[in-house]
């Protein structure tokens, strides 16, 4: 760390604690940060170091009195100050996260992670004009002119997929309106790169990224979603229909018209022309995005925050903890089985029926059975394999939830779910939309 005080002892102490907390060597961390800390009283970072150690094993008011020690030690500690108002977001002290989140950003105001947890912790608090400040901050310092390199991978690598699915939206853009000389001239150079890339992701060379632009993977068009002064998410009659269905523990639910008329209309609108679709490596077939790389609108945000208000029993205690949207670009990309890592799922569909070839399929499956109460979400590809194993054993307790616009599925995140046979026509408009709406985090329960 090579700050004055410090001995070679000292160096060679918080070098074995940094290697034992990468390897998960918990209490061997533990045991060489405090001889560091016996050479060097007071340390920031070996501080700091303490506390992040403490909440990653779960003691956040240790963690919280470690922090403040290394605040002590230097008042202007970014990361002391972010990694104390996680452990105190985890303790449920939300007003005083929000303030040293605050205090983080106030200090680096690059500070990608302390604004995007601000983004989801002032939307439960009901600030959402605030909470999408900060998640337009998020998105300028992954694609703006502040960007910082976290989505650098995404910047400078492309799919044949990709860059024809760009194309494709330049030439609607160009068919609505929108500057249709400037995005037919920028789809035909979009497809001459296509023409020669490779299927799987790879890095763009010199000369593509010359051809493509500066603005490769940006936001280069956003279509405005505004929040409606008249509600977004439609008054249901069968709303304590829908309550007393999870409660029962009929695990998973649908309804139809979603959304008000006006506002799915806008919705849909703003998925096709906004160019936020940046992850492509993600699901095979699939574009996406996410709140924080661009999807936050201010009527997205409007729709989670009615349904949490329209479903206090189900969703007052869940927060929504994330939202994405994926493309199926291919017409029949499907996703594979797999869980939320969340407490409750709300699935809904963007794109027009008519788009779909076979109306009894298209939507998802939903598999009513839970798995056990120790799995754990790791990751779509990692879980796979098990996902799999598990849907086969209980294949004669799925829901078919058949593809419709406006449609949304509401389900406990854990259940397995995945995409049931979509086979949509070809055609930019008609690529299959979802929208999820994650509430609450993995460890939640429904009561």
């Not at 593509?208 to 405005?224: C, K, V």
């Not at 939830?401 to 055609?427: C, I, K, M, Q, T």
Request: aromatic residues 8%.
């Amino acid at each position: 760390m090579g700050q004055p005080g410090t001995t070679p002892e000292f160096e060679r102490l918080a070098a074995a604690a940094a290697g034992h907390f990468a390897a998960d060597r918990w209490d061997e961390a533990e045991a060489a940060y405090r001889a560091a800390l016996a050479i060097a009283p007071g340390h920031p970072v070996i501080l700091h170091n303490l506390g992040v150690l403490a909440a990653r094993v779960g003691d956040h008011e240790a963690a919280i009195v470690r922090l403040d020690a290394a605040l002590a030690a230097d008042a202007r500690y970014v990361s002391a100050f972010y990694h104390r108002a996680a452990a105190l977001d985890a303790l449920g002290r939300q007003p005083e996260a929000i303030a040293d989140f605050g205090r983080a950003v106030a200090l680096d105001p690059a500070h990608y992670a302390s604004h995007r947890a601000l983004g989801f912790l002032l939307l439960a608090a009901g600030r959402r004009g605030r909470a999408l400040d900060h998640f337009a901050r998020t998105y300028d310092l992954r694609r703006g002119q502040d960007r910082t390199g976290l989505a650098a991978r995404s910047l400078d690598h492309a799919s044949r997929m990709k860059l024809r699915h760009d194309a494709a939206q330049f030439r609607h853009l160009a068919g609505v309106g929108r500057d249709t000389a400037g995005f037919d001239a920028l789809a035909r150079r979009y497809d001459s790169v296509a023409a020669h890339f490779p299927a799987a992701v790879t890095a763009l060379s010199g000369a593509d990224l010359e051809r493509l632009g500066q603005t490769y993977n940006t936001a280069i068009h956003l279509r405005d979603a505004p929040e409606m002064a008249e509600g977004a998410v439609a008054r249901r009659p069968d709303r304590q229909r829908l309550v007393d269905a999870i409660a029962e523990g009929k695990s998973a639910v649908f309804v139809d018209d979603f959304l008000t008329p006006r506002a799915f209309t806008t919705l849909q609108r703003h998925l096709l022309e906004s160019t936020i679709w940046h992850d492509f490596a993600h699901i095979g077939g699939f574009v996406a995005s996410y709140l924080e790389d661009g999807l936050a609108s201010p009527l997205l945000l409007q729709v989670a925050d009615e349904l949490r208000a329209a479903l206090p029993e189900l969703l007052a205690a869940h927060p929504l903890s994330q939202a994405w949207s994926f493309k199926a670009v291919a017409p029949k990309a499907a996703v594979d089985v797999h869980a939320d890592d969340g407490a409750v799922s709300v699935n809904f569909w963007m794109t027009p029926s008519a788009a779909n070839r076979d109306p009894g399929c298209g939507g998802m499956g939903v598999c009513l059975t839970p798995p056990p109460p120790d799995w754990r979400v790791t990751g779509y590809d990692e879980d796979k394999g098990r996902s799999e194993d598990f849907l086969d054993r209980h294949r004669g307790d799925v829901l078919l939830v058949p593809y419709r616009e406006n449609r949304a599925v509401l389900f406990r995140s854990r259940l397995l779910h995945y995409s049931d046979r979509p086979d949509f026509a070809d055609g930019y408009e008609h690529h299959r939309i979802n929208v999820t709406l994650l509430f609450g985090r993995g460890s939640a329960h429904l009561a």
